[in-house]
């Protein structure tokens, strides 16, 4: 069965500054996604961005982008320039050949102003 | 505007109690999902309906049921409620395919069994 692990609980970071988030799965398959879900304190859960295990490229979309590393079964999350809105709870899924998405337990990002 | 619509936002109840959740989307999405989420532990699947006509248990169903009422409309009823079912409930849809859509959810009940 497929797992996904975010080994960190909490991070903070700097207003303006760079931070990562870390997130790591185990799975057989090959043709898989991936994706990071930003919960803000609204509890609305927002689809920040999304990788394809076939594509090589790792996606970007403005201030948010992934290191996707296939072998090593890891995928994390960088956002550049953080701004006090960035704060909220970030969540890794991954959703295989049985369409279900399968959760981290989630890293609650801290800015600091 | 198109989304995930769930009511209620709060509710509390008494154990023993019962109450069922409504969620409803209108993007036509086959797919659609029950979720619990308590502190420290993400998202676990309480039950799912991959299309019209069709649920399947997902990890957490003990103490749930559902209804796929139509392809818009998902209903979690709690016939009993237990102070273990404390929790925010969110609901999802997606698409069956393809995979990248990833999911669309509602803003969530927080419910307090007392």
């Known amino acids: 069965a497929q797992t996904v692990t975010q080994s960190q609980p909490e991070m903070s970071v700097q207003e303006a500054e760079t931070v990562t988030l870390s997130c790591t799965y185990d799975t057989s398959e090959s043709d898989y996604y991936l994706f990071w879900y930003k919960q803000p304190p609204s509890r609305q859960m927002i689809l920040v961005i999304r990788q394809e295990a076939y594509k090589q490229q790792n996606a970007t979309e403005n201030r948010f982008s992934v290191n996707f590393q296939k072998a090593a079964k890891s995928f994390s999350l960088k956002i550049s320039d953080s701004q006090l809105g960035d704060a909220a709870m970030y969540f890794c899924a991954y959703r295989g050949s049985n369409y279900q998405l399968i959760w981290g337990a989630g890293t609650k990002l801290i800015i600091k102003p | 505007n198109a989304g995930v619509t769930q009511t209620p936002k709060f509710q509390v109840l008494k154990t023993g109690q019962s109450m069922t959740l409504q969620c409803a989307q209108d993007?036509?999405?086959?797919?659609m999902y029950w979720y619990r989420q308590d502190p420290g532990m993400g998202l676990r699947l309480i039950y799912y309906s991959a299309s019209e006509g069709t649920t399947d248990k997902g990890e957490v169903p003990n103490g749930y049921n559902v209804s796929r009422l139509n392809k818009r409309e998902f209903s979690l009823r709690l016939e009993s409620a237990a102070p273990s079912q404390t929790s925010v409930y969110f609901c999802a849809s997606s698409e069956g395919q393809p995979r990248h859509y990833g999911y669309t959810f509602g803003s969530g009940t927080r419910l307090t069994v007392v």
């Open positions: 993007m036509n999405h086959n797919s």
